[in-house]
T-cell receptor
């Protein structure tokens, strides 16, 4: 059974810092890996989707990489802003999508 | 495009009653819909997968007689929590995909259920 782990569980940084969120998974035979943002009490906002044949995806200040062989993905956020404060979830799989527990990010002004 | 809605966004019900949550794909036909549950400060857990016109497939530990799922059309799936109890209080999120393997799931905004 696929297990997804996210480190750290919580992160607090000053505004402007670049930061990296980590995601690891136990079964490298995946279709997709997706990063989401979740604000308190809200649903999911899809940030980046990396298909199994891809190594990375970029959107604005966000860059996600995927290394299937090592079972890892990283989400890089450049020049963090207070509005980036949220919980970031990593999920792997296709129909049987498995989520990590998330990293709760706080960006201080 | 690829918008999924849920209704209601929040609901409070008394213990023992049943609650129905709707999930709709607004601008695409969803061949497969998924229901997730999220307890406070925990991640999403897949409850069941449903294909239009077929019975839902439930994850281990999810009671199919308690969580009734109907996927009667390509744009609508419903989750009915029967005889709800306080421990069923949770955030329920649905998602939908329009194609087969490799297609992206699109998530609804979630429904907050509180059972008193």
């Amino acid at each position: 059974k696929q297990e997804v782990t996210q480190i750290p569980a919580a992160l607090s940084v000053p505004e402007g810092e670049n930061l990296v969120l980590n995601c690891s998974f136990t079964d490298s035979a995946i279709y997709n890996l997706q990063w989401f943002r979740q604000d308190p009490g809200k649903g999911l906002t899809s940030l980046l989707l990396i298909q199994s044949s891809q190594r990375e995806q970029t959107s604005g200040r966000l860059n996600a990489s995927l290394d299937k062989s090592s079972g890892r993905s990283t989400l890089y956020i450049a020049a963090s802003q207070p509005g980036d404060s949220a919980t970031y979830l990593c999920a792997v799989g296709d129909n049987d999508m498995r989520f990590g527990a998330g990293t709760r990010l706080t960006v201080k002004p | 495009g690829a918008v999924v809605s849920q209704h209601p966004s929040w609901v409070i019900c008394k213990s023992g009653t049943s609650v129905k949550i709707e999930c709709r794909s607004l601008d695409f036909q969803a061949t497969t819909m998924f229901w997730y549950r999220q307890f406070p400060k925990q991640s999403l857990m897949l409850m069941a997968t449903s294909n239009e016109g077929s019975k839902a497939t439930y994850e281990q530990g999810v009671e199919k007689d308690k969580f009734l799922i109907n996927h009667a059309s390509l744009t609508l799936s419903t989750l009915t929590v029967t005889s709800a109890h306080p421990e069923d209080s949770s955030f329920y999120i649905c998602s939908a995909k329009g194609g087969g393997s490799g297609y992206e799931q699109y998530f609804g905004p979630g429904t907050r259920l509180t059972v008193t």
